[in-house]
């Protein structure tokens, strides 16, 4: 399993949640894609304008596709979605380090 992490600062945190929470406009874009396990949206309890994006795909490769397959969408999404934050910063992708655990590819 992999974890894309994004931090945002927004400017209107009731419709930024309404965008990028668990049930909003992307994570119903991601559902259509093979992999796609959830999204996870935290609230800075410090800093109310500051949230952390959490999606959750079975593999690098699943999320590889769906970029490929939908890239003009995501493209189209990404730039709307501009007018709800005002700043963006990709931590990276992450992968889980229990033992047992395979990691992707």
């Keep these: 399993m992999i974890a894309l992490v994004f ?3 927004v400017r209107d945190p009731a419709g930024f949640e309404e965008i990028y929470g668990p049930d909003g406009e992307w994570a119903q874009f991601f559902r259509s ?3 796609y396990i ?3 949206l935290l ?3 410090e800093e109310p304008e500051r949230f952390l994006v959490i999606d959750r795909w079975e593999s690098a490769d699943a999320y ?3 970029l490929a397959e939908h890239q003009v969408e995501y493209m189209r999404r990404s730039d709307e979605a501009r ?3 005002v700043q963006e910063l ?4 992450f992968e889980n380090v229990w033992p047992g655990h395979a990691a992707a590819e």
């Design 7 to 9: 931090r945002y600062e």
């Design 33 to 35: 894609g093979l992999g």
């Design 38 to 40: 959830g999204t996870e």
């Design 43 to 45: 609230h800075d309890v």
């Design 64 to 66: 590889n596709a769906f």
């Design 83 to 85: 007018f709800h934050y």
């Design 90 to 93: 990709r931590f990276g992708t």
